[in-house]
């Protein structure tokens, strides 16, 4: 897709995929650490795209070269990839998914905040919500995944964050895990397949 900022990204596209039916977009935003070039594409790979494959949606994982996902040089090319889909593909505008973990995940819970006119589901995993506005959380279906024993992202904020959202009558769904510390991303597959059902039921409403 060419045009956008100068961003690595990968693409991809479900099997059957036929350009005269609607399909849903799923934006994955990968975690920090140590990032290699098409990280994001990675991450994708090995976590999302396999649990998230029964949504039969084109994802696409860019790479973030800034600080974190609420940096301009990350969000304006995440912005810029989403019109360039919608002009490549035949995307559902009304089923418009961002997902991530850790880092990604902190990036999910500000996409899906700040830009609530394009996101209409999210899923954010492992996550921070440290100095965002709660009342502008959650304005479209979210579902929360945490675990207990998570030693780099304190697991009882994300569960009062959860409570407060429900409080407000937002539509969260809070998952807590156990055993797993935050390194084990792989260890949130059966639950981020749990999440994309729950979104895809949330579509259908």
């Known amino acids: 897709m060419p045009g956008a900022s100068k961003v690595l990204y990968a693409v991809a596209v479900p099997e059957g995929y036929r350009s005269s039916t609607p399909v849903p977009l799923v934006i994955v935003l990968h975690p920090g650490g140590q990032r290699s070039r098409y990280y994001g594409g990675e991450f994708m790979r090995r976590v999302v795209e396999p649990a998230l494959r029964g949504l039969k949606a084109i994802m696409i994982a860019p790479d973030c070269s800034g600080r974190d996902w609420s940096d301009a040089s990350c969000e304006k090319p995440v912005l810029e990839l989403i019109e360039l889909a919608t002009r490549g593909y ?39 919500t440290r100095g965002m506005a709660v009342d502008q959380l959650g304005r479209q279906p979210t579902y929360v995944i945490h675990s207990r024993e998570d030693e780099v992202v304190a697991f009882e904020p994300a569960e ?25 991303m792989l260890s949130y597959f059966d639950a981020l397949e749990r999440a994309g059902r729950w979104v895809a039921g949330r579509w259908k409403q």
Do not use: C
């Open 90 to 128: 035949n995307i559902d505008r009304q089923r418009v998914l961002v997902v991530g973990y850790s880092m990604g995940g902190r990036g999910t819970w500000h996409m899906a905040s700040k830009h609530p006119g394009i996101f209409t589901a999210a899923i954010p995993m492992a996550a921070s």
């Open 160 to 184: 009062e964050n959860a409570a407060a959202l429900k409080k407000l009558k937002r539509d969260v769904e809070f998952e807590a895990l156990d055993e797993f510390t935050h390194f084990d």
